[in-house]
């Protein structure tokens, strides 16, 4: 133990034992690196790490229990908060699972899943920037740090013409979306992607053959395929170590079937293929939104499901039908009620599998709602990897990772 | 006379119920109909007892005995390449018969297909661990123990994960109010001060509509706020439009509002 004096004050950060020449270090909850309130305590001989073990629940909210005791369209919002960097595809995630679970999914309008579609793979980009910026920055690379959030803000600007906000999104409901694209956002979008491809070469140009990069990254948080499998890994974690498993490919949701887009894979199993699968992954969703523009343009202005059981009427009928009306203030004061059942719904998010448990007894508030939030996983994953790897790694790990601490806490 | 309120199920009731509302179910289909599923679940039948099997929204369903959790689930991870975990927790119907319901969320990678392998067990029933099984259920399991009190056997750190070590109850039980028990409410206050602040520093303030109206410092107009009642102050005096010193500073222009541009498109 520590006796503090004068010239040796109490280190409350640090104990250090002499004997075994073990330290152990607190790494976190308030640590810049630690992308979040992740607080871990680190087993130190010399420099490396013997034993690692994570500590999460600073920012643990109640999210399962408060969507018990809300109804179905009141909980999506809440959502926002989870993965609040691309929030969207927890919307998007919640509301499907609600459709499948009503049956619905079919009666969802054309041109309200190609918006959506849209927006998830804008999100898809808006996240995978802030990870690249944060990560590079975690490594040293402050450059890369700001080119990343010049274009993640044009996209955030995007996101804010369509509804209005930047960070919780809020954009999608159960049934198709509240808004059509306002005018001259196409073009926008288009300029955006257009310009994109461009900006990924500039961010691979300071990255890929930096020698600091390289070293930092290069067999740094091995991940064998068996490993990633066993320990729940999903997402780009799971594909950086060579199995290509896509939802959007193998179960396709939405109109992912009928898009044109290949599934980046890495076989290196490191820190350096994940990243050069993230960047192949923002080409791709490129591509993918460069279609649904083409596809935009020959839908029906249908935004919402026509399920009067479920859903709300388009504002016109509820100001002109009296049924309608009635319905729309059913569904808003009570909510709606959907079967008895249970489902389970994983959409590839763009840090891995979410997918979201319902289980309903009927009545409008679920009766157990269960989040499967990549990140959680991946967190778990932290107590496996770093132990072997250099203290200096532990950062370059948890933000190659990409761990999003709404999402892990819930 | 008073509201009867069920103690045993604390969770949002809704206020207005039809007599006659007929509850729907989610459509089941037997096995059988998917060719995949049926040959899964008979490999399953041939070794443990299969309490009851259907399909649901696309995924089989297969009700086991809470003993044979972890041979089943290394039978489906061994034998029906069932290789990975994607979810497992728990269902709280103490309230209607005494039980939690366990489910495990399997998907098959090379088959495109996924199970919900579920099983009840009692109140003060432990499960066994499936960590060697799949090694994922590591946090899932420590989840499930925090938010319902499901003990679970030979877990290697079977403790609190998202709740701190020191938090009484378990939050997800129908028992658990949503505001959190009594322990809950004064859990800051009895830490850091002592039981006997309680009274000193008062209950939490979850109105979030109240409006105090005394209250002078969190109001919108910040240096602009009138008492209560008063009229506001339509054009107050001072107006700090720029924050910015007269001549700017070294390489910064001073910003003016006259002198900025909007631009019609990004560059």
Not at chain 1, 6 to 35: T, W
Not at chain 1, 92 to 98: R, W
Not at chain 2, 119 to 147: L, N
């Amino acid at each position: 133990m520590q006796t503090p004096n004068r010239l040796q004050p109490f280190y409350e950060n640090l104990v250090f034992e002499k004997d075994d020449n073990r330290m152990i270090i607190n790494f976190g909850p308030q640590h810049p690196s630690a992308h979040g309130q992740l607080r871990l305590i680190l087993e130190l001989d010399g420099e490396q790490v013997v034993k690692a073990v994570p500590d999460i629940g600073y920012l643990h909210r109640g999210m399962e229990k408060m969507a018990e005791n809300m109804i179905y369209n009141e909980f999506l919002p809440t959502t926002d908060r989870m993965d609040y960097i691309a929030a969207t595809s927890n919307n998007y995630g919640f509301a499907l699972a609600v459709e499948r679970l009503l049956g619905i999914e079919k009666e969802v309008p054309r041109r309200a899943k190609v918006i959506r579609t849209m927006l998830l793979e804008l999100n898809r980009i808006i996240s995978h920037l802030f990870w690249l910026a944060t990560h590079a920055l975690d490594v040293g690379a402050m450059s890369v740090f700001l080119y990343c959030f010049r274009e993640r803000e044009f996209a955030m600007d995007l996101m804010e013409d369509y509804c209005g906000a930047r960070l919780t999104h809020a954009a999608v409901r159960i049934g198709g979306v509240p808004l059509d694209l306002p005018d001259g956002w196409l073009n926008q979008l288009l300029h955006f992607i257009n310009k994109m491809p461009d900006n990924i070469a500039d961010y691979e140009g300071l990255l890929d053959q930096n020698r600091i990069w390289k070293m930092r990254l290069e067999q740094v948080g091995n991940l064998t395929p068996e490993d990633a499998l066993d320990w729940g890994c999903s997402g780009p974690t799971l594909r950086g170590s060579g199995i290509a498993y896509d939802i959007r490919k193998e179960e396709p949701y939405e109109i992912y079937d009928e898009l044109e887009f290949k599934v980046p894979v890495a076989d290196t199993n490191d820190s350096y293929g994940r990243y050069k699968l993230y960047m192949a992954e923002m080409r791709e969703s490129l591509k993918i939104i460069r279609q649904c523009i083409h596809l935009y343009k020959d839908t029906e202005p249908q935004l919402m499901a026509d399920v009067p059981q479920y859903i709300s009427a388009p504002k016109e009928r509820i100001m002109t039908e009296n049924y309608s009306l009635m319905q729309h203030f059913v569904l808003v004061t009570q909510g709606m009620r959907p079967p008895v059942g249970e489902v389970y719904v994983p959409t590839e998010s763009p840090k891995g599998e979410l997918g979201f448990f319902i289980r309903s007894e009927g009545d409008p508030y679920p009766y157990r709602l269960k989040v499967r939030a990549p990140s959680f996983w991946h967190t778990s994953l932290l107590q496996h990897m770093l132990p072997g790897h250099y203290l200096a790694d532990v950062v370059t790990i948890i933000g190659n990772l990409n761990i999003v601490f709404g999402e892990i806490d819930r | 006379m008073r509201r009867y309120v069920n103690r045993k199920n604390v969770q949002a009731k809704s206020y207005h119920t039809d007599r006659f509302h007929q509850r729907p179910q989610t459509p089941k289909f037997d096995p059988a109909s998917d060719e995949v599923f049926a040959k899964d679940l008979k490999s399953l039948e041939s070794k443990f007892e299969i309490k009851d099997a259907y399909i649901e929204v696309n995924q089989l369903v297969v009700i086991i005995d809470p003993k044979d959790n972890v041979a089943v689930l290394t039978h489906l991870r061994d034998k029906c390449d069932y290789t990975f975990l994607s979810e497992m927790s728990a269902i709280d119907y103490l309230a209607e018969d005494g039980e939690f319901e366990i489910f495990y969320q399997l998907l098959a990678m090379k088959k495109r297909k996924r199970m919900r392998v579920k099983c009840r067990i009692k109140e003060k029933q432990a499960i066994e661990t499936i960590y060697d099984v799949y090694k994922s259920s590591d946090w899932a399991e420590r989840e499930m123990y925090d938010m319902f009190g499901v003990i679970v056997n030979n877990h290697p750190y079977m403790k609190r994960i998202l709740m701190p070590e020191d938090w009484e109850g378990h939050p997800l039980l129908k028992t658990y109010p949503l505001q959190g028990d009594e322990a809950a409410q004064w859990y800051e206050i009895d830490k850091i001060f002592g039981k006997e602040y309680r009274d000193v520093v008062g209950p939490e303030e979850r109105d979030t509509k109240r409006i105090d109206p005394k209250d002078t410092k969190h109001f919108a107009r910040i240096g602009h706020e009138v008492p209560y009642g008063a009229k506001p102050v339509s054009k107050p005096d001072e107006v700090y439009e720029d924050f910015q010193e007269e001549d700017g500073v070294f390489l910064i222009t001073r910003f003016t509002k006259k002198n900025q541009k909007i631009l019609n498109e990004r560059k």
